[in-house]
């Protein structure tokens, strides 16, 4: 008998480990919403393992086809073979099924959600001729970060309104710094500051930034710290650089990093 993997860490922000069970038990699919780094493939794994589903996870793309998801006919020693997709395989398997950054994906490829996602809960497989009842356990999860892509690639309403949402911002500083000592394995002094650093630049807004800094890179800051480096250059390169490419805003960040990191060895 196999042991059961130890809980994948995640520190819950609000009630969005309630409001997700509650969904699952009642066959509604989730979209979790988030910028990237925010924990939302580290909260789905949590879950998967509370609930003791497997996980399927998929990264869409726009190359992304149906039958990427859904299966397709291979050549297998001369002969032609069915494969399950990794959609199909979690709707027989009654596993989790995780679609990361869904709507990189086309909408004629998101289209086979549709009976899925609702009170259905079927899987239309047009190659094979037949239609699949999800098996018990089955569950429909997707992710997208809002402040990406377009309106033009934002859902269609009629994916929307079939799923209960569940949004993400960054955990609140305390938190955050909890899950830093964890993962870096630094003691709470560095964390706070790395915290309190990454705090400064979510409140820069735009600032010329596309994206503020997530707990994702102030982890990798950490893990630099943990190797030895000074804070200063564990900001710099874990965080400022991952940032930007722009040498003005570059200039800015490492003048904030340098007000935020009192490095005893400055470099
Ligand atoms: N609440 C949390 N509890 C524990 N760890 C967290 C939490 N939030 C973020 N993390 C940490 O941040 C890292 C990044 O999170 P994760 O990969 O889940 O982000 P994401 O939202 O899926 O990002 P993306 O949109 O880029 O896929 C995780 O590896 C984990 O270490
Ligand atoms: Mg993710």
Redo the contacts with the bound molecule.
């Keep these: 008998m196999s042991v059961k993997p130890p809980r994948p ?5 609000g009630n969005e480990e309630q409001v997700f069970k509650a969904a699952y038990r009642q066959n509604l699919s989730i979209v979790l919403k ?1 910028p ?8 789905v794994e949590a879950m998967a393992h509370d609930l003791d589903r497997p996980l399927i996870t998929v990264a869409c793309h726009d190359d992304l086809t149906t039958a990427d998801l859904v299966g397709r006919f291979l050549l297998h020693g001369g002969e032609t073979e069915w494969v399950d997709g990794p959609l199909t395989r979690a709707v027989r398997d009654g596993a989790i099924c995780y679609l ?1 950054e869904v709507v990189e994906a086309r909408q004629d490829t998101t289209v086979v959600l549709h009976p899925l996602a609702d009170h259905r809960r079927q899987l239309p497989i047009e190659r094979l001729g037949i239609t699949l009842d999800a098996a018990p356990g089955f569950g429909l999860v997707v ?1 997208y ?1 809002p402040g990406y892509q377009s309106v033009l690639k934002d859902l269609k309403d009629s994916t929307r309104q079939r799923m209960v949402a569940i949004d ?1 911002g960054f ?1 609140t500083p305390d ?1 955050e710094e909890k ?1 830093l000592v964890n ?1 870096a394995r630094i003691d709470h002094e560095r964390a706070a500051e790395l915290v309190r650093l990454g705090q400064a630049i979510r409140r820069l807004e735009t600032g010329g930034l596309r994206e503020v800094a ?3 890179v102030l ?1 990798a800051a950490g893990q630099l710290i943990a190797e030895g480096l000074s804070a200063r250059e564990a900001a710099r390169a874990a965080i400022a650089g991952p940032l930007t490419d722009d040498s003005t805003v570059t200039r800015g960040l490492a003048e904030m990093i340098d007000v935020y990191m009192p490095d005893s060895t400055a470099d």
């Excluded at 860490?9 to 922000?13: E, F, G, M």
């Excluded at 990237?36 to 909260?43: E, I, L, P």
């Design positions: 860490y995640y520190v819950p922000v988030g990237t780094g925010c924990g939302k493939t580290r909260f990361d992710s970060n993400f955990p938190v899950i993962e997530s707990t994702r982890i």
